[in-house]
């Protein structure tokens, strides 16, 4: 694809999200009809090419852009797996695979690191892949000019140099046992360098399986199969149409009218009845997904350890696993590490609903009630208003007034998240503990929603990235998750399993439960039965 291509030339023949909130709105959700009973999948062992698969996606915004130091929500997480290769993947059993890195090794202190580069692999547009569009892109998140919400997974290298023709150095601050995996992450997709030491990321050529064609933001992408693609057991498709349907009516409805071939983000209520509809799967995956409410420990009353214990003691979490998730997930204990965790601690105590100590807390912050304003759509998460009504019901018999500010679910991720004092959030999680703690938790960081900063916590987080014996640093996480979980400013309530539809006309192999939808790599893992 040539620089100069327009990424905006106009869809066609095919459908549209308008048609589709044209549907939702005519029809309801309409699924009181669906047929009991659905035969069981057979195995697909061999995957094989050919057909446009079209996924109505519950989240995108106008505001959304091809630069991947700006990706949010979760159409601009699958896109990247779809049009840009990667250093490193996540296998669906949670490994590490070689990618455009085809082998790397460290010195025996995890400090530095060498990763040999593909060769043979090219751009869409046909430019070979070379050390510099590697280097570029990984500095592009670097440095104290970057905005880049990634900066904080690549703070530790302090210098990236080449060897020979095929190898990028990197040299970190302290040693990092899981550093091959921030290379996993989506916002480190390997660009075209500019030759000026940046990256071209707006013409929208990549290395991915697929090559862009269409961005419309907020509307839809449009890609096709790269048949020069190095990797030729992947990107089945002839082409993919993903459609940022943010209406959860129209999404279910263009899967029920068969307009589309999958959706995420399912109404759990009617979720049971769906999958009772003849040719839909449902899929429900656990994984590091979490829903929580964000309260900004840099603004008041919030910025009181004990205002935000008595938040904590306020809500209702297996209320709201039954009445939002309907079983599709477990308690969440105000801090990210799961189960599905390696250095998860699972004895760490409960916070329980428990009206009496969040009245506790309130008296210990010198208060006999306490107001609070709760912004959320279900942009943010499925449920998400109702969650913070549930809430709002919960807290007033510990005195608490949440009062629920319902916004708008366009632009909510640019307008409302990291802005408002108290709203609601979703976390698709991180392939390793220091991962989600450096993006989410660290002081400073870009994307640290809640503006928490415990000294102790960072501290040692960087000393559990450069631990290399497994017992110690288990216990440097498990401290860290009660930090979390005792002090900081997130309310996180329950962990949501990854639940999203398609028809049965697509198969897959194992599906990784790192992110929605198969990790979000459905573009190069699945194809049409």
């Known amino acids: 694809m040539s620089k100069s291509h327009d990424l905006r030339f106009p869809?066609?023949?095919?459908?549209?999200?308008?048609?589709?909130?044209?549907?939702?709105?005519?029809?309801?959700?309409?699924?009181?009809?669906?047929?009991?009973?659905?035969?069981?999948?057979?195995?697909?062992?061999?995957?094989?090419?050919?057909?446009?698969?079209?996924?109505?996606?519950?989240?995108g915004n106008t505001s959304d852009?091809?630069?991947?130091?700006?990706?949010?929500?979760?159409?601009?997480?699958?896109?990247?797996?779809?049009?840009?290769?990667?250093?490193?993947?996540?296998?669906?059993?949670?490994?590490?695979?070689?990618?455009?890195?085809?082998?790397?090794?460290?010195?025996?202190?995890?400090?530095?690191?060498?990763?040999?580069?593909?060769?043979?692999?090219?751009?869409?547009s046909g430019k070979p892949l070379t050390l510099d569009d590697v280097v570029d892109s990984v500095n592009y998140h670097r440095g104290e000019n970057s905005t880049s919400v990634a900066k904080p997974i690549v703070a530790s290298?302090?210098?990236?140099?080449?060897?020979?023709?095929?190898?990028?150095?990197?040299?970190?601050?302290?040693?990092?046992?899981?550093?091959?995996?921030?290379?996993?992450?989506?916002?480190?997709?390997?660009?075209?360098?500019?030759?000026?030491?940046?990256?071209?990321?707006?013409s929208g050529d990549g290395c991915g399986p697929y090559k862009l064609m269409n961005f419309d933001p907020g509307v839809i992408a449009q890609l096709e199969r790269f048949t020069d693609d190095w990797n030729q057991n992947r990107g089945w498709f002839d082409a993919i149409e993903m459609l940022s349907v943010v209406d959860l009516n129209a999404r279910t409805t263009a899967l029920v009218s068969g307009d589309v071939d999958m959706i995420d983000k399912l109404d759990l209520k009617t979720v049971g009845l769906l999958g009772r509809k003849p040719g839909v799967e449902i899929n429900s995956i656990a994984g590091p997904q979490y829903y929580s409410f964000a309260a900004r420990c840099d603004t008041a009353?919030?910025?009181?350890?004990?205002?935000?214990?008595?938040?904590?003691?306020?809500?209702?979490?297996?209320?709201?696993?039954?009445?939002?998730?309907?079983?599709?997930?477990?308690?969440?204990?105000?801090?990210?590490?799961?189960?599905?965790?390696?250095?998860?601690?699972?004895?760490?105590?409960?916070?329980?609903?428990?009206?009496?100590?969040?009245?506790?807390y309130m008296k210990e912050a010198g208060l006999d009630s306490l107001e609070v304003a709760l912004s959320a759509a279900d942009a943010a998460f499925p449920g998400a208003v109702d969650s913070a009504v549930l809430y709002q019901d919960a807290a007033a018999k510990a005195g608490i007034k949440v009062t629920v500010n319902r916004v708008p679910n366009d632009g909510y991720w640019s307008d409302v998240w990291l802005k408002a004092p108290f709203c609601a959030v979703y976390w698709g999680g991180r392939p390793t503990e220091d991962q989600i703690f450096t993006t989410a938790y660290a002081s400073g960081a870009a994307w640290n929603d809640s503006y928490w900063d415990n000294a102790k916590f960072n501290e040692l987080l960087v000393a559990a990235r450069a631990e290399l014996d497994e017992p110690k640093r288990a216990a440097m996480y498990s401290e860290m998750q009660q930090l979390v979980s005792q002090d900081g400013g997130t309310v996180l309530p329950m962990f949501a399993n990854f639940v999203f539809a398609t028809n049965d006309k697509i198969a897959h192999g194992d599906m990784a439960s790192n992110f929605d939808c198969d990790g979000e790599r459905w573009m190069e893992r699945w194809w049409f039965a």
């Open 65 to 124: 852009t091809l630069d991947p130091a700006t990706w949010t929500n979760g159409f601009t997480v699958a896109l990247p797996f779809g049009m840009h290769g990667f250093l490193t993947v996540v296998a669906p059993d949670g490994s590490l695979e070689a990618s455009l890195a085809e082998s790397w090794e460290a010195t025996p202190d995890a400090k530095v690191w060498r990763f040999k580069i593909r060769k043979g692999v090219t751009f869409h």
């Open 301 to 360: 009353p919030f910025n009181d350890v004990n205002v935000r214990l008595a938040l904590k003691h306020a809500i209702n979490r297996q209320e709201l696993v039954d009445k939002i998730l309907f079983g599709h997930g477990t308690v969440g204990n105000d801090q990210p590490i799961g189960p599905s965790y390696r250095f998860y601690d699972g004895d760490i105590p409960q916070t329980t609903y428990d009206p009496d100590k969040a009245k506790f």
């Open 157 to 202: 290298i302090q210098n990236i140099s080449t060897e020979g023709g095929d190898t990028v150095v990197f040299e970190l601050e302290a040693g990092s046992a899981d550093f091959p995996f921030v290379f996993t992450d989506y916002h480190m997709a390997i660009c075209p360098s500019d030759g000026n030491g940046g990256i071209d990321w707006r």
């Open 11 to 59: 869809v066609g023949g095919s459908a549209t999200r308008r048609h589709f909130l044209q549907a939702g709105a005519a029809t309801g959700l309409a699924v009181a009809g669906f047929s009991a009973g659905m035969a069981p999948r057979p195995a697909f062992a061999q995957p094989k090419r050919g057909g446009t698969i079209r996924h109505a996606k519950g989240h």
